[in-house]
């Protein structure tokens, strides 16, 4: 009940809301004062099919531009719990032998937002209980952005465009697909992270596939293909996390990873990350051990430890001084 103005009763009275033909009435003379009014307020109903199924969802995905049709064509997809002959019934077999230009956008674009969803798979250790959590097959993400799987799928459908991949190792294309995307994105994943979820494609052949993409597209655009710069920072926080390192030594080893970019250090931006890290634990209560660090960031021991000496000799300038003294340098390992 509300206060509106009856332009019959010439005075301000109560009116009533019928919710059903949405009109509002003064209680008063019975005057409509307004009709098949619109009820802007949540609407909580579910439409789903199954009767205990409270999806709230009542409307279809969004357009995707890379599709002949938009995306809107319907798709007869097997329902939860349904068997493999499902798709053997009329509905589905009639839809399978309708001709759809888009089957195997569909299909790729799919398997790209598997992967990208998919658990990273890393070998567990009972040495490593604090470990245990962030390498949970179940719990380890990739934890890519939609933005990432567009651009993925942007660079499929151009490569797919070409007619020059039939042949080839799809699992790897879209691996290098993938691998692509986070590099322009600026949310590089390294090689080892991507072949987890590349559907058994192994590293070579993700290499070989990135290496013939960028050829492929750099031929079509007549220009070079910009993949973004890799830097050691941009794998250094999600190692820290891994590793569970606290707030001050994370600090400490983002500063390093800087200052080492001005030195002459001819090593990949993953190893010097997983050095640094390294070298920055051994100055901390909480001391990694080589295998846990080179179980967090995917680098072998061997690789940390020849990285390690080359920035040995760079501690001073390296290790700020709000976190390590001169002297505390001294507690460092000698390579």
Known sequence: ?????????????????????????????????????????????????????????????????????????????????AQGDFLSSSLGRWQNRGSNPDRSLILAFRTIANMADRSASSPASPLLPYLRYRFDPIRSKLGLVATIKDRANEIYKKVEDLKSIRGRNQDAILAACLYIACRQEDRPRTVKEICSVANG??????????????????????????????????????????????????????????????????????????????????????????????????????????????????ASRLIPNTYAKEEDLKNLCTP
């Open 1 to 81: 009940m509300s206060d509106s103005f009856c332009p019959d009763c010439k005075k301000q009275t109560e009116v009533a809301f019928d919710h059903s033909a949405g009109d509002m009435v003064c209680t008063e003379c019975g005057l409509v004062l307004e009709a098949h009014s619109v009820d802007e307020t949540s609407e909580w109903r579910t439409f789903a099919n199954e009767s205990n199924d409270n999806d709230p969802v009542r409307v279809g995905g969004p357009t995707n531009p890379l599709l002949t049709d938009g995306g809107l064509s319907t798709v007869i997809a097997k329902p939860n719990g």
């Open 201 to 314: 494609a192994t590293k070579k052949e993700i290499g070989r596939a990135k290496e013939f993409i960028v050829k492929q597209l750099e031929v079509e655009m007549g220009q070079s293909m910009e993949m973004g710069t890799i830097h050691a920072g941009d794998f250094l926080r999600r190692f820290c996390s891994t590793l569970g390192m606290n707030n001050q030594a994370v600090k400490a080893a983002q500063e390093a990873v800087q200052r080492s970019e001005e030195l002459d250090i001819r090593r990949s931006p993953i190893s010097i990350a997983a050095a640094v890290i390294y070298m920055i634990t051994q100055l901390s209560e909480d001391k990694k051990p080589l295998k846990d660090i080179s179980l967090a960031t995917g680098v072998a021991e061997g690789t940390i430890r020849n990285s390690y000496k080359d920035l040995y000799p760079y």
